[in-house]
């Protein structure tokens, strides 16, 4: 591994706005970037010293990451585990985490393994695990989550079953064969929840606030720091993020989503990189969860977690930004992606708005969030922004 005295080249695999705003952190710590991503006009592209326009499978391209960079990260868990391997020489992170977070079935092993709780679920790797659970499932028909073990986020590869009509239908229809999937019991959850934790390679470890977060038809809409929830929850899901970054041997950043069920906390995903959910950090704790990331693949001390003020995060969508207007934000803090098309659904930026108590931001957010519906929209300020 490289030197963390002689890190002056980070190279990131994905340039969208994680990747930007990881940029945007080592930037402004002196570092030089160049990225890897397929699409010329990526959110990280104005900031890249290089751009190596290639996909993200592409083992030759990556390659070039090691000539040109000291020190690699990736902004998202659905980088080829060859292309991971073809780097580790320079990638702190490994490329085990990433083959234990973009396989669910692994991901629910590593987790049961740390003796942590998750929800009932079965396997369904082949037409064997199918008939079992197909046969059972019609003696005690109940809510299911039937997702795809590959891929999938924000809702996507995902299958609400609450009946065995539904099953069979799904089964004849839509269910792939080739594929794996994997069948959560459905959780009446109380709160979801994620926590943040970075550590670097000397073992250092630094957990962010505990985020409330609420959905939107599987899409984040906000996340609430300090979540509402006690002190010995905040600190049991701490303990959890602990036993996870242990249970991994984690270099950089990983996210935790939890459920919180009859005042237990249950391990929903993890995510090996910074996460939508921390987005309040950027302006709400002494160090972001982006500098933090920097600071532990960089091999360097952590930063203080501090959070100086509770914030909520309001994402906005594609949707939002017809009627998005600056003059409407107010003191509030506005970050845009610099995505070029905005789509129905698509994560177009976030609004970090900071008040002195968490019940006044959350009303604001909502007051925030309604005026993009009705407000009247004008063109030309919109396509100024």
Request: hydrophobic share 40%; glycine share 6%; charged share 20%.
């Amino acid at each position: 591994m490289t030197s963390k005295h002689h890190i002056e080249h980070i190279g990131i695999i994905g340039g969208g706005q994680l990747g930007r705003m990881m940029a945007l952190a080592a930037r402004a710590m002196g570092y030089r970037i160049t990225i890897l991503d397929p699409t010329p006009h990526c959110p990280c592209a104005p900031l890249a010293d290089r751009h190596i326009i290639a996909a993200f499978d592409d083992v030759t391209a990556a390659r070039q990451l090691l000539e040109h960079c000291d020190i690699i990260t990736y902004e998202f868990e659905n980088v080829s585990v060859k292309v991971a391997q073809a780097l580790e020489a320079k990638l702190p992170q490994g490329w085990r985490l990433l083959e234990i977070t973009q396989h669910r079935i692994k991901e629910k092993n590593c987790i049961v393994q740390a003796h942590l709780p998750v929800a009932p679920y079965q396997t369904l790797e082949n037409t064997q695990d199918w008939q079992h659970f197909a046969a059972q499932y019609d003696q005690n028909p109940h809510k299911v989550i039937i997702k795809t073990a590959q891929g999938g986020y924000d809702g996507k590869g995902q299958y609400l079953i609450e009946n065995s009509p539904q099953l069979h239908t799904w089964l004849a229809h839509t269910m792939q064969p080739q594929q794996a999937y994997i069948a959560e019991n459905f959780v009446d959850f109380e709160k979801e929840l994620s926590v943040i934790i970075c550590r670097n390679a000397q073992g250092e470890t630094a957990t962010f606030e505990v985020a409330e977060n609420i959905h939107r038809h599987h899409i984040l809409h906000q996340s609430i720091a300090p979540a509402r929830i006690d002190a010995a929850l905040r600190q049991k899901a701490r303990h959890i993020a602990e036993v996870l970054a242990t249970q991994v041997q984690l270099v950089g950043t990983l996210a935790i989503e939890l459920f919180l069920v009859n005042g237990e906390l249950w391990v929903n995903e993890m995510a090996p990189r910074p996460h939508n959910s921390g987005h309040y950090t950027i302006d709400a704790c002494l160090t972001s969860q982006f500098e933090q990331h920097i600071r532990a693949i960089c091999g360097l001390p952590l930063g203080s977690t501090e959070l100086v003020s509770p914030c909520v995060m309001l994402n906005i969508l594609g949707e939002d930004m017809p009627a998005l207007q600056r003059p409407l934000i107010g003191k509030h803090k506005l970050h845009l992606y610099e995505k070029t098309e905005a789509r129905a659904g698509r994560k177009m930026g976030h609004i970090n708005i900071l008040e002195k108590n968490t019940e006044h931001a959350i009303a604001q957010a909502e007051a925030l969030h309604g005026s993009f519906k009705n407000h009247t929209i004008n063109p030309v300020l919109y396509n100024s922004l």
